[in-house]
Structures are given as structure tokens and as C-alpha cells.
């Protein structure tokens, strides 16, 4: 198999200030970028996370994009890195809604793969908070596995990551990383974000990338921030604190193969 390549995850809090959020993806992809990353993973709702009608103003289409596409592949051209844009708000077939997207561009600036959302967040939080993502958001229907600077990355979005059965079929096609970029609420991300991600890792055998929001964005609106990468054993081996940032590691493909043939537990599946 391959050899080692460093892959990065970042962190930002996006607000209802387009501008604001893109400067601050272009400041952390740079970071990892600068440390070696070939491929770097931003968060769900990057462009974005403002008042639900908001999205709808901004929404572009795929392939072709717009403005924030264009940016950021300029971005992925300029800084010779592959990027995976987690939460790009794609028009929907609907005029009312949006779509959930995670974009996969190759360095060169040119859109690889588009993954849509297929688990939508509706709850009613312990805090109060209220979210109903179904009321502006289209689902997706197809799982995505893309190829990356490293080998076979599978697609995910935010709350993807509470359904073990998605990941399965992703390993299922080939995937030995996951993407996963989020907006993890602060309530649930204390006590959730570190077990679920470990888990989805130990489970699938694979490197988990997941990047992340943080801090305050508008009304009750808190993200829980912590953007990590773990690797097939469960093990964290970057993460970024609670603040603003990049954490970069080493994908290692001959690890992923170690592993699944130490403890074949896919091989192993009886259901």
C-alpha cells in the first residue's frame, strides 16, 4: 500500500458573516496546509451558520458552484491542497430548502465528489435549544466513497456519525478514512463527540477526520469545537482545543491493514 500523508482537519466559528467565515476557512486551511497537509477537511456550515433563512440566500449549485465555490477552489489551487467542504449549502430541487453537501475538491481545484446529508438533525435539546434541520434541508439518498490523496475517504456530515450502519457501507466500498465534518451542538458534543468518533473508528478500522465548529454563532446557537483525527486503533492523534485552529496527522495506509489483519472484526461480521 501507500505511504504516509499528512491530512488536516480545522476549526472556525462561522456566524452570519459570509466573508467573516470564508476569511477564517482560507486562515485555518492555510495552517494545515503550512504543516504538511495534502488534504484538509473544514466544517460543516463553514459558509454559513446564521438564521435558517440565511441559507437559502447563499445557496449555489453543483458542479458549477458560484462565489464561495469559486473561492474555494481558488483556495485548493493556491495552497496545493486537496480540499473536503463540509456542509456547503447546495440549492435543493425544493425553492424552500437547501441541500446538506460535502464537497470533495482535488488540488488542482476541480470537484471530485459531492455527498449529500442523509440524516437530518431534529431535536429538542436538554438546554432548550430547538433544532429542526427537515424544515430547510432536502436529505440525500446516496453514500459517497472518493478518492483522496491517500486512498479511499468516505463521506459523512454531522449527525451521520450517531448511524454506525452508514460507516459499514463505506468501509464496505473501500473507504480506510472518514470524513467527518460537524456543527456538534455544545450539549451534545461534551459527552458525545470523543466517544462517538473513537467509536466510528474502532468499529470501521479506519482513520476518522472530523472537523469541527465552535463557540458561540447566533441566538443559542453553541458548538462544542474539539476538530480531531483518530486513527484505526482509536487513538487521537491531533485535536484542536476550543478555540480557533488546525490539527494535523499522518494517514498510513499499511496501519489500516495492520489492524484489520490483527483483529479481522470485519471479516468476522455475522449480520
Known sequence: MGGRTKVGVVQITSTGDVEANLAATERTVSMAAEDGAKLVLVPECFAYLGPEDGKLEIAESLPGG?????????????????????????????????????????????????YRKIHLFDVDLPDGVRLMESETVEPGRQTVVTDAAFGKLGLSVCYDLRFPELYRRLVDDGAIALAVPAAFTLTTGKDHWHVLLRARAIEAQCYVLAAAQTGHHYGRRNSYGHALICDPWGTVLAECGEGEGAAVAAIDPDVVDRVRRGLPSLQHRVL
Open 66 to 114: 458560484g462565489p464561495i465555490l469559486e473561492r474555494m477552489q481558488k483556495l485548493a489551487k493556491v495552497r496545493g491542497v486537496q480540499l473536503v467542504l463540509g456542509g456547503f449549502w447546495e440549492k435543493g430541487e425544493d425553492p424552500k430548502k437547501v441541500r446538506n453537501a460535502c464537497v470533495h475538491l482535488d488540488a488542482g481545484g476541480e470537484v471530485r465528489a459531492v
